[in-house]
């Protein structure tokens, strides 16, 4: 298991131990907003993650619970990720810096996910959690 060392007793700080650089926040935002869940999926998102990153980010959020990894149903040399219910829990945050970007930043998020939030910000995410979790227990379904 790669081991976080926390640099201080703050939360925040050991948030960043875990979420500090780009592409492990990239990932998640893939997963949870993109339904990407291989690892070629990511390979190729616009950001272009170098493969020993991707690596290294997958096995992060895989030793730490954020993720598990299964076999592909269709495919037995393939590798499918979804995400724990710990790292559901992190739509709200992962949102909240989402929507900071669009407020503030040059660029916009998807006009339809951007509606959403604004109509009703709490039933979109809670649809969200409810559609990944589904989705989930649908890939460990057809697993057995």
């Not at 269709?74 to 989402?98: M, R, V």
Request: hydrophobic share 40%; aromatic share 10%.
């Amino acid at each position: 298991m790669k081991e976080i060392i926390p640099r201080s007793e703050c939360p925040l700080a050991f948030s960043l131990d875990l979420f500090g650089d780009k592409w492990t926040l990239l990932l998640l935002r893939d997963m949870i907003f993109f339904g990407k869940c291989s690892y070629s999926e990511f390979l190729y998102s616009y950001e272009k993650i170098a493969s020993n990153i991707l690596t290294d980010r997958l096995s992060l959020l895989l030793d730490n619970g954020f993720i598990t990894k299964h076999t592909a149903p269709s495919k037995k040399s393939k590798f499918l990720y979804t995400l724990t219910d710990k790292g559901i829990a992190l739509i709200p945050a992962i949102t909240e810096i989402i929507l900071w970007g669009d407020q503030f930043g040059p660029f916009k998020m998807p006009q339809l996910l951007g509606e959403m939030l604004k109509k009703n910000k709490d039933k979109t995410l809670k649809t969200l959690a409810v559609k990944l979790k589904r989705e989930r227990d649908l890939l460990l379904e057809q697993q057995q």
